[in-house]
């Protein structure tokens, strides 16, 4: 996950302060010995049938989910291993009878605690519930404006319910973020759903690439265009910054693609040049994936994965093993890799410039495509002259930056 607002604000204030790092942006916590963040599928059961769902949830009743002492147990455990946020996903976690359980359990624990939710079951009867709980973030998914979201969500008059769960949140004081998978057939509505944040007031928007993993891995054929990416991403961009220069304290985070880290650097270059040295810095600390390292996945079975796309491949389980056992074990060969650095990985990945931002991007792609982890991953949106490859390698013609157009500034609404 890519800090879009941290890097863009460092920018802003070197270039503000002359050329020169000001303290604030010089400081870097050091958490020695710190867990993963931990994304926890506790339900696999969902009230709707997500085109690109990872979890590939249903309305049903799966057999074998862990009880509510079993979560607390698994819970003690990854607060014994410093794991810092847990973030309650599905399915859809609100469905979960004892959600508000587990979730006060949580925050007792002292966890840093999300809520992952499609947004349409918050309403004016739990949301008095959801408050209490006092969630350090609620996150709400949106495929788009009304008639997309509704497409791609298979529910009509599921954008309003999930826009009016997101507002209820925003209302009770919640941290409220909006979530945005992006394909070719959303691209379009964008620069809507960035009006629509502002506009809502909304705290966070998330920016993520579709991953190959459960209906996502079928529906790949929608991956959008590279150039298409660009221009979000140049979108994006351009509305972080004119909000951080009026002032507007909203986070733009983007995920499943590490190679944003590389663009946003080539963006840091052309417009904040005197930044460009510090902000790389930063940019190679964070290192780009952290599936296996600095991000985990447990399911709803208990099954611990490398990060919530690699389902397909499974560490162990914590109702055999704990969780902190489990994630220090090397012996398995793909998480051997994961933890490797710099990772073994091939074709133009291998031949990168900037493998030390990015980490190899995302291996899940990779695999799903070739069935090689190690591979190149092939929703890099990034050209070859840009990168320093020189080898033969067939891709989609990209555009390379120096030629792009600033995106955002005339469209950002007032």
């Known amino acids: 996950m890519l800090r879009v607002s941290q890097y863009i604000r460092a920018a802003i204030e070197i270039a503000e302060n002359g050329g020169s790092v000001p303290a604030s942006s010089r400081k870097h916590a050091q958490l020695a010995n710190r867990g ?26 799966f057999p074998g989910e862990l009880t509510t002492a079993q979560v607390f147990k698994t819970m003690e455990n990854l607060r014994d291993f410093n794991v810092p946020v847990l973030i309650l996903s599905g399915g859809e976690p609100l469905m979960r009878p004892d959600i508000f359980d587990i979730s006060a359990y949580a925050k007792e624990l002292g966890f840093y605690v999300a809520l992952s939710s499609n947004g349409t079951l918050i309403d004016e009867t739990n949301i008095d519930q959801i408050a ?18 509704d497409y791609f969500r298979r529910l009509d008059g599921g954008f309003d319910l999930a826009l009016r769960g997101a507002k209820l949140c925003r209302d009770a004081k919640l941290p409220v973020g909006i979530r945005f998978t992006m394909t070719r057939e959303n691209y379009q509505d964008l620069p809507g759903l960035l009006d629509l944040v502002e506009r809502e007031r909304i705290d966070k928007f998330y920016f993520s690439h579709l991953n190959y993993a459960g209906r996502g891995n079928h529906n790949r054929k929608d991956h959008a265009f590279y150039n298409m990416t660009r221009d979000a991403l140049l979108m994006i961009f351009a509305r972080c910054e004119a909000d951080l220069k009026a002032g507007i304290a909203r986070d733009y985070v983007t995920g499943n693609n590490d190679a944003d880290g590389v663009f946003l650097k080539f963006w840091i270059d052309q417009h904040y040049s005197s930044a460009s040295e510090h ?15 600095n991000v985990a996945n447990i399911d709803n079975l208990g099954n611990v994965h490398p990060d919530t796309m690699w389902w397909q491949h499974t560490l162990g389980n914590v109702l055999k093993r704990p969780f902190s056992d489990i994630w220090q074990d090397i012996s398995d060969p793909l998480m051997a890799g994961l933890k490797q650095r710099p990772r073994a990985v091939g074709g133009r990945c291998g031949e990168c410039q900037y493998r030390d931002i990015c980490g190899g991007n995302t291996r899940t792609r990779a695999y799903q495509l070739t069935g090689d982890p190690w591979a190149e991953d092939p929703g890099c949106y990034l050209a070859d002259a840009e990168l320093g490859i020189t080898g033969h390698h067939d891709r989609l013609e990209t555009v390379p930056f120096a030629a792009t157009r600033r995106r955002g500034q005339v469209e950002h609404a007032s």
């Open 36 to 61: 993963p963040v931990v994304i926890w599928n506790l339900i696999r059961r969902c009230n709707l049938t997500c085109r690109h769902c990872y979890a590939s949830a249903v309305d049903k009743d």
């Open 279 to 293: 902000i790389t810095r930063m940019l190679r600390r964070w290192g780009g994936n952290a599936s296996g390292v």
């Open 132 to 149: 209490k709980a006092n969630y350090d973030y609620v996150g709400i998914s949106l495929d788009g404006l009304n008639e997309t979201h």
